[in-house]
């Protein structure tokens, strides 16, 4: 920047991506002076290297601005968990799905593990057609990213969401934008109070 630029010659942008052309760095450090910018090497490897006049400081803070905001917006996906037994009632199967279906919708993984206990572990087909019809139940919200397994007297699948975790809050603030009410803390507990039922073996 400014005079540690070592060459003889740049090719000169201006302040607003106008083409100067190729000017000695004299002439581009007083154009730089006389407009009260910086002389900014951008293109180093170029020949000659290319040199744009800017205002560093508002440069450097606003890209600090950009990736302050990239990170706050940036989700991560989080990996619930639901636990079945596998001859679970009709009534429990769709609370349980309804869980299922809330945490896909929120862009998140979902862990589904079927409990076998007993005499219940000779018979692992029970838990394979139960995880089989949970996933055909919201193929129209997630894919089985991790196939069936058994992992002693458990069997383990992984149900990824089709929207990714950021397509999914911005739906969510702009439901919450249409209808005028949405508190974002809200959300955060249901899906809390979801995940503290869920987590529950069922009997």
């Known amino acids: 920047m400014n ?14 991506g106008e083409q100067v052309g190729i000017v000695s760095i004299g ?12 002389l900014v090497e951008v ?44 001859k679970i009632d009709p009534h429990d199967y769709e609370t349980k799905k309804g869980h299922v279906v809330r945490f896909l919708k929120a862009g998140d993984k979902v862990k589904v593990t079927i409990m076998f206990r007993g005499r219940e572990q000779s018979r692992p087909e029970l838990g394979f057609r139960l995880l089989q019809r949970l996933a055909e139940d919201v193929t129209e919200l997630g894919f089985v990213e991790s196939q069936p397994k058994q992992d002693g007297r458990n069997m383990i699948m992984v149900i990824g969401p089709h929207k990714k975790k950021a397509e999914a809050k911005a739906e969510r603030a702009a439901a919450r934008a249409r209808t005028g009410d949405g508190d974002p803390a809200q959300d955060d507990v249901s899906v809390g109070a979801d995940m503290a039922g869920a987590s529950e073996p069922q009997e």
């Open 3 to 16: 005079e540690r630029i070592r060459v003889p010659e740049v090719r000169l942008v201006g302040p607003n």
């Open 43 to 86: 293109a180093a490897t170029a020949r000659p290297p290319v040199c744009k006049l800017m205002d560093y400081g508002k440069f450097k803070y606003e890209s600090a601005m950009k990736a302050r905001e990239a990170r706050r917006n940036q989700a991560h996906t989080i990996i619930k968990e639901i636990k079945l037994r596998p």
């Open 27 to 38: 002439d581009a450090l007083k154009l730089a002076q006389e407009s009260d910018l910086d």
